[in-house]
């Protein structure tokens, strides 16, 4: 019922910049936590960014000052800004929105993934 559709991403030089933007839709009643995620081939997938529903963005010390979760309620979209990109950075990234549906019913729900690549 509660769809994500995730892009921006892409081949990036290191030091350059890219936006990752997400959408949710369907049957929607509530979201309340918005993430982001990342897996690099062979390892775990690890959370990236992440916001309450007051705005406030949580982020790991490998990404922190680099990265930026903003959210806009009223669209339930939410996006991922990275600066400063590096080789390490490599991986696909994973929108996550939690919430209510329509009917009251709880929901996690997962983008279908992008390719970010950042060449050395």
């Known amino acids: 019922q509660v769809q994500l559709v995730e892009s921006g991403g892409g081949l990036v030089q290191a030091g350059g910049s890219l936006r990752l933007p997400c959408a949710a839709s369907g049957s929607i009643f509530r979201i309340n936590n918005m993430a982001w995620y990342r897996q690099a081939p062979g390892k775990e997938r690890e959370l990236v960014a992440r916001i309450n529903s007051g705005g406030s963005g949580t982020y790991p010390d490998s990404v922190k000052g680099r990265f930026t979760i903003s959210r806009d309620n009223a669209k339930n979209t939410v996006a991922l800004q990275m600066n400063s990109l590096k080789p390490e950075d490599t991986a696909v990234y994973y929108c996550?929105?939690?919430?209510?549906?329509?009917?009251?019913?709880?929901?996690?729900?997962w983008g279908q993934g992008t390719q970010v690549t950042v060449s050395s």
């Open positions: 996550n929105v939690q919430g209510l549906r329509t009917d009251l019913t709880s929901f996690r729900s």
